[in-house]
């Protein structure tokens, strides 16, 4: 082998693993949005068969040969291509781990288990879920195993989601927001009541679907590559590469809010992937890099920008101009209140800034017990509904609104969601930072995104997946990630809409 | 080798043939509904890679070697074995004669080369699509004497769309029709004019979809298994197996007729697939056998059971329904006549059954002419206006409702139109042999396709591909094909609509 050859190979090789990626990419986005109901089956014989190649091509003696032939001439390549060799080979390293029958059979797994899960949550159906939900567990306790066997399960798939996390850390940072969010939830809750009735009424799905084109504008998303789809759970995926993106939303017919800040959610996902430098399509490098800095972005748009007072008070006309009969009664102060409101709730995608960390706390406190065997799947209902009592006061009427919530768990993603409150606290950090050069609020009160963009994609999004999240922490911050920041946010956002 | 592997062999073979299908068919009917307007370049790439991929494998030493030891063991194989291997060989030879280079370039030209026809057709363009239609017909010109350097080229593409077609049948084919079509229209012409004012109006798109689905639901599509989406250009195309199925189509607002004929047009293509036997899924025999047996399901659902008086009688009070108002002063015999009114037209897909044939001729005239070299890309526009003016008395305002207003050309399928005029025919004889056993205008009054698609499945659809076109014509009309058959159907619909 020689240097120049295993340079060509290793891009070939990229562009190859973009390939499927794209086509398996696209099969599971078309089962959620497009596919008749019936088609299961059939797309899990295809994802069975793709994953199998894509297996056999990974684990395969060509391309493990061309990998430990890069790895051990490091010197000779560029930062870049050390970043390629050393993500391939992670992938690498853990397939070859896994006995391909089983990596096939949870690749056509997870199509079955996001059908059925589907069809449990319309039917708010457990039992039929519960089988599935079971082998995910299992499957992903068994690949954690097998991958790492020194390591805790759970602790092995935190650090998947985002390098350098486990649960000891996770403790310590849920800990901390635990301690100064209940008493800012209890003080909101004894000040008279936020009415969230401008939000609430009858908005037409054609009228909504405008809303959110405007808004993917608005943001700065290019609609020439990025597409807006509608789904049972909002997702945002990329197809081969960050120059076909695409996010998803879901309209509730009865509330406004849903799908606006699911859309800037995802469009936010969206920004940051579509952000990556133009080189770096087909490469390893394309895309962002971890769930942490990806929920920083997504929630960043969504929460700290979208539900600013500046942005709001530029959103309101257009509220006006599309729903002009349901938006007469209310001025911009009153949008603003109503989508900043703090009201413990039982949906955590239309939680509040505020309570919304503790909807995650309690998916990561049942994940670590059912990791760690200290409890069953068939325990998660009744678990979830006692945990959501305690931690806010609410009422679990069923399991659509309980434990089914979620998409998450049906493809097998266990782990991911302390990413979103991890993301939130980041995205806090990030905005001090932004702020010391950008005027944030004057130009949401324009509602021109264009410095916010440029600041996140140099400091953040061109990279790709070049760096690692603690390197975009510690770049772009110059100074310690430090949970404070988001509490400090948090609090003064309470005070200027509660008076506390 | 021994036969029990190489039989799994060829069973695994064809599964993952049917898993890279399913994903390239998937790209590109993402590319056509759902994908961003500026991604087609990242699903060439794609399809660039994958096109490789499956090139290799169908060419390469293991499959070649296989399917020759098949070949040579024929005695040993079962007639649906025989006729995997035959079809298979046969692709195979194919790809061997093309060099891989330019099959890939093809394959990505196809993507690129759709993309600039829909952007040509909406700005009636056809100077932005001629180097890519001159690049289409210098393919298919080039492909077939790759092929079958001895043949004539468009003979060769003739004979792939329907084995045994070739121009010399087709003369005479169309002579025949044109013998009797063109007094036909002439006569049609000389009588007071039929209205079709109830077909046009306003008709709102989400209502025009619910006829859609209840059009899809009467002719019998399991939706579970069948999609709808919309187009440009309406097509019908199965994802990996008979077991997802889509049709598309186009809702013109101002005409109720031609998304309702398209969806049936469609609906009788996914028909035939769809009814393939369950246990041809995911070999090389699953799905229709030829385009013009194809055709003679998809025209004899859309013209002969769907504009025939019984169907119409049916269909009238789910129109009422629909659009009160738009069809308050009119009868269903209004409807009828409507739609069987004959009316030399601008556009193929919208034309009446009589003159329909005509715009096939004028394709299939230009397609030989280009073919044989005899005419330039370039000068289509203006041979297309004429033939028009010359067949059907019609002035060509434009190219988007001339030249442009077929995709066929832009993703290569060149010889595919002779089989639509073809299938007509096809589809008129199966009608009388039907008619010996089903009473077919007695169930069609109740909408009740049950027996018709009774006999479709037993006589054509659960073959899949495993019988010939001929054999199927054999087996099914046990006459020789006849196209008086058609002409003698066309002038009964006439003297019953225009008293001739």
Known sequence: MNMEQAKQDLMKLQEQMSAYDHAMGLISYD??????????????????????????????????????????????????????????????????????EEY??????????????????????????????????????????????????????????????????LDAFFGALRQRLVPLIQACGQKPQVSDDCIKGDFPE????????????????????????????????????????????????????????????EGGHALYDTGSDEDLAYTVLDGGVSMGIHESQSRFYENILARSKAFVRFLFPKLQNLFPEQMKPYTWQDLYRAVNRVQPSLIRTEADEVTYSLHVMIRYELEKRVMAGE???????????????????????????????????????????????????YGAQFLKKMRETVDVDADLEKGDFTRINQWNREHIWHFGSLLTPQEILDRTLEAPFDPNVYLDYLESKCKDVYGI
């Open 375 to 425: 409890m069953t799947v068939h325990e998660l209902p009744e678990a979830w509904n006692k945990l959501y009592h305690e931690s806010l006061g609410v009422t679990v009427p069923d399991d659509r609104q309980g434990v089914l919530q979620d998409s998450h768990w049906s493809f097998g993603a266990i782990g991911y969601f302390p990413s979103y409150a991890l993301g939130s606290a």
């Open 31 to 100: 089962g959620e949005t497009t596919a008749p109901k019936g088609t299961a089956a059939n797309r899990a014989h295809a994802l069975g068969i793709l994953s199998e190649i894509t297996y056999k091509i990974s684990t395969g003696k060509e391309t493990v040969e061309l990998l430990e032939y890069l790895d051990a001439h490091q010197q000779d390549l560029s930062d870049r291509e050390k970043r390629m060799v050393y993500l391939l080979i992670k992938d690498i390293r853990f397939m070859q781990k896994i006995p391909m």
């Open 206 to 265: 054609d009228k909504q679907e405008a809303l959110a084109l405007w808004l993917m504008d608005t943001m700065g998303l290019d609609r020439q590559h990025v597409g807006l789809s509608t789904t049972e759970h909002p997702f945002t995926t990329s197809l081969g590469s960050h120059l076909d993106e695409r996010i998803t939303t879901h309209y509730h017919r009865d509330d406004v809010s849903s799908s606006m800040f699911s859309v800037v959610h």
């Open 104 to 169: 096939v059979e949870y690749q056509k797994l997870i199509v079955e288990s996001q059908d059925v899960w589907y069809n449990a949550k319309l039917n708010s159906d457990f039992a039929s879920f519960e089988p599935y939900l079971e082998k995910m567990f299992d499957y992903q306790k068994r690949f954690a195993q097998y991958a790492a066997p020194d390591m805790d399960p759970y602790d092995y798939w935190l650090n998947e989601y985002e390098a350098g996390l486990c649960k000891e850390k």
